[in-house]
């Protein structure tokens, strides 16, 4: 089980994120102060524009907010220069994408490895095959990706993700590349790491079937969180995203 040395993971503070100046400035967030306790999973979904993806990149530390504060494991991140920051990301800090950016020469087992093998490490031994079958994927050691399933392939980058203990894990639309069985699979998966292991996940998603796995979905609208629902279901967050976006196109009117 993942330990930290926070009750909260991941915690903003305040946070605000402006791209362009001048007249052409768009708030992307707007002061937005939230938390993310350990060993809990949280989706975020809003409108398009309404700011998840920039959330996530600030939370993750891929990108640099304008203001307001992002402590991860009770570091914060803004007092780290960029060497330090990326050791932060690569040790602390897991990610998951649509796209699963797998190296296609690379078998499963060593596109799990990769991220510590380019540290200058090597994985504790065992830990890579025991990440493979914590994702269901034991058999599958030595085949590469071309040999997968994009379900399978997910997995792997799941596995890779995992593999250097990080605090929290970072998904971005994770099953938006795959269909609706197998992203199913994916979902469960990760609801598994965290009622399991003890991870912590924060998924951006646009879909309230992906989001009711999660314990608790945050709604962001314009760069401002608006709601929080809590033990989602798929027809509540369908309902609640769907006010949203009626709000935001009577706005637009």
């Known amino acids: 089980m993942n330990q930290t040395h926070s009750p909260d993971a991941v915690r903003l503070i305040d946070v605000r994120r402006v791209y362009g100046s001048g007249p052409n400035a768009v708030a992307a967030l707007r002061g937005v102060s939230a938390n993310f306790p350990a060993r809990s999973f949280t989706a975020i979904m809003g409108p398009s524009g309404s700011g998840k993806s920039t959330l996530l990149q600030?939370?993750?530390?891929?990108?640099?907010?304008?203001?307001g504060r992002v402590l991860v494991g009770g570091v914060d991140l803004g007092r780290l220069d960029e060497r330090r920051l990326t050791e932060l990301r690569r040790d602390r800090i897991g990610f998951v994408f649509?796209?699963?950016?797998?190296?296609?020469?690379?078998?499963?087992?060593?596109?799990?490895?990769?991220?510590?093998?380019?540290s200058g490490r090597r994985p504790p031994a065992g830990h890579v095959e025991e990440?493979?079958?914590?994702v269901g994927l034991a058999d599958r050691a030595r085949h590469r990706p071309a040999e997968l399933s994009g379900g399978q392939q997910q997995r792997v980058a799941i596995a890779r993700a995992l593999v250097a203990g990080p605090e929290v894990l970072f998904a971005d639309e994770p099953t938006g590349a795959l269909d609706s069985r197998t992203g199913r699979e994916v979902l469960a998966l990760l609801r598994?790491?965290?009622?399991?292991?003890?991870?912590?996940?924060?998924?951006?998603?646009?879909?309230?079937?992906?989001?009711?796995?999660?314990?608790?979905v945050l709604f962001l609208s314009d760069g401002t969180i608006v709601d929080e629902l809590r033990s989602p279901t798929p027809a509540s967050v369908a309902s609640r995203l769907a006010d949203l976006e009626d709000g935001d196109r009577r706005e637009a009117v």
């Open 192 to 216: 598994r790491l965290v009622g399991e292991r003890g991870d912590t996940v924060v998924m951006v998603t646009h879909d309230p079937l992906a989001a009711s796995h999660a314990d608790r």
């Open 131 to 134: 990440l493979l079958r914590v």
């Open 98 to 118: 649509q796209s699963f950016n797998l190296v296609e020469s690379l078998t499963a087992a060593q596109n799990v490895a990769l991220p510590v093998r380019l």
């Open 58 to 67: 600030c939370a993750s530390g891929l990108d640099r907010p304008d203001g």
